[in-house]
């Protein structure tokens, strides 16, 4: 079992840039792929980055390469999401996620967080 803790959201203005943060607890964290998930109101929940358990491998939406980095420290059992050159379409509730493989689906996901809101200003 994984329980997953979300920090760092806010509100910033287009253009800035903030970092996520999720603490995990549970002895298996390190073996598990770890992924950010995105909801905005009225809209799907989905796929921002993902994270392999090695942190050798990582995966991007295209609407977030090249802006997001996903990074992790298993010794310290956090995955974090640096979100840098922010739109207003950025805006949403970002979850943090635990799964045994990497996916672009929120199925495939077994752990979640409770989310935190990050609102970007135009």
């Known amino acids: 079992q994984v329980h997953l803790v979300e920090s760092g959201g806010g509100l910033v203005q287009a253009g800035g840039s903030l970092r996520l943060s999720c603490a995990a607890s549970g002895r298996t964290f390190s073996s598990n792929s770890m992924a950010w998930f995105r909801q905005a109101p009225g809209k799907e929940r989905e796929f921002v980055a993902a994270?392999?358990?090695?942190?050798?491998?990582?995966y991007y939406a295209d609407s977030v390469k090249g802006r997001f980095t996903i990074s992790r420290d298993n010794a310290k059992n956090t995955v974090n999401l640096q979100m840098n050159s922010l739109k207003p379409e950025d805006t949403a509730v970002y979850y943090c996620?635990?799964?045994?493989?990497?996916?672009?689906?929120?199925?495939?996901?077994?752990?979640w967080g409770q989310g935190t809101q990050v609102t970007v200003s135009s």
């Open positions: 996620a635990g799964g045994a493989r990497s996916s672009y689906a929120k199925g495939s996901y077994d752990y």
């Open positions: 994270i392999s358990w090695s942190g050798s491998r990582t």
